[in-house]
Every structure is written in C-alpha cells, then in structure tokens.
C-alpha cells in the first residue's frame, strides 16, 4: 500500500483476510442495481420508510452524496431522522470513486490528524483520507451542514436504503443541478477507543453468502 502508515495498513490488511471471500463481481452499476432507484425524495419515504428485517439493531446509516462533477460526502447516521453523527467531504471527485466501484473491493479508511483524550473518535477535526490504500488527501469534519448537505439529509429523511438522484437546491452551473447519492446500512464494530469500522450490509436477503455488488467498507483510526 502507498503512503499509508503501518496501524493503517495492518487493519486494512486484516479486513482484507477477513472479508475476501464475500466480495464479488460488480462495480457502481451492481451496487445501484440493489437498491431502489428513485427520483425523489416523496417517493422513497413512501417505498423504503419501513425498516427491513435482515438489519439489525446495531446498525448504521452511511450516505456517500455528491454533485456528478464534484466531490462527495460522507454521512453517518444513527437514526435517519437526526443530524449525521458524523459528516465529511471527501477529497474525491464522484467520477473518481465510481472507478473505484468497478474494483469490486472499495475501502475507504480515514485517520485523524489530530487526538484529545476527552473527544470520541468520530468526535476528531482533521482527518487523512484513504481509498484503497491510497492517500487521497485531507478533510476536516464539518460541525454544520451546508444549505444542499441538508437537503439531502431532508429527502432521505425516511430512506433506510437506495440509490438515484435528487433535486439540487444549488444554482451553481459547475454542480451540472445533479445530486447523486447512495445510501445502505452498515455494520458498525468497535475495535477500541481509537478504531472503529463499518460494512456495509447487503440488501440482498436471499443471497447473503455472495455478495451481487462491490464490498464496501468505512474505517476510523486515531494513532496512539
């Protein structure tokens, strides 16, 4: 791996033994075929409000959103209808992490730049960004949402999961007026107080042994 220190590698080196055999053929075109494809956010409220049965009480929301020609962001939720308990933008193009999409195995791993002892770690400012083991740049977590970040947590409001796009809020002609989003559940593991992970669930309930799109994973790492 490039660029990525040896605490960082090693937890992506062991999710790699630990996850190999659940990834499959697929790329971005895989992944939205699991999901519901809708336009709007009336419309997923209306479909996808109940929960599923396959997901468990200890998992969590992961929303990756973003103009088609612009960078994404990152939310995490615990509850669909509260604010993200965490929320980035990521130093990545959309096009440059549909690529990534198309190598089945996509892990982005983030590694604060900075520690206190008395935040929790999704609680840290400055972070190194990763995908696939390459460093890709650095974000700093944002403490409010911007006018479109909270649009796009409106309509999703009563969305478990799915994929598509949503109306833009953004006069800006650069954003193309295209809000792509994906959204799907994840497991959250708490490896310690300075790691956590999260993978996402599988839509699939009938196929659970053989993953139909790319494995998608989340890392948190703060150095000791």
């Known amino acids: 791996m490039e660029n990525v220190n040896p605490g960082l590698a090693s937890l992506l080196r062991h999710s790699t033994g630990e996850n190999k055999k659940r990834s499959g ?31 468990k009480d200890s998992a969590t929301t992961g929303t ?13 939720q615990e ?10 933008e990521l130093p990545m193009l959309a096009s440059a ?3 990534e999409m198309g190598s089945d195995i996509v892990r982005i791993a983030l590694e604060s730049e900075t520690r206190t ?13 990763y995908c696939n083991g390459r ?12 006018d479109d970040e909270l649009q796009v947590m409106q309509h999703l409001r009563g969305v478990s999961m799915g994929a598509g796009v949503l109306p833009s809020a953004s006069d800006h002609k650069e954003c193309d007026g295209e809000m792509t989003y994906m959204r799907a559940r994840f497991q959250r593991v708490l490896g310690s107080k300075d790691s956590e992970a999260f993978y996402m669930i599988n839509p699939d309930t009938h196929n659970t042994s053989h993953s ?3 494995e998608f994973s989340i890392f948190f790492l703060r150095p000791h």
């Open 25 to 55: 053929g697929g790329g971005l075109l895989r992944m939205l075929k699991l999901f519901p494809m809708l336009s709007s956010g009336c419309k997923m409220v209306a479909l996808l409000g109940r929960p599923r049965k396959m997901l």
């Open 64 to 76: 990756i959103f973003g103009y088609r020609k612009g960078r994404v962001s990152l939310a995490i």
């Open 79 to 88: 509850d669909t209808r509260e604010m993200p308990i965490f929320l980035i």
């Open 97 to 99: 992490l549909n690529k």
């Open 117 to 129: 002892n008395k935040k929790k770690l999704l609680e840290e400012f400055v972070w190194g960004v």
């Open 135 to 146: 460093k890709v740049g650095y974000s700093i977590r944002r403490k409010q949402m911007s």
């Open 212 to 214: 139909q799109g790319p």
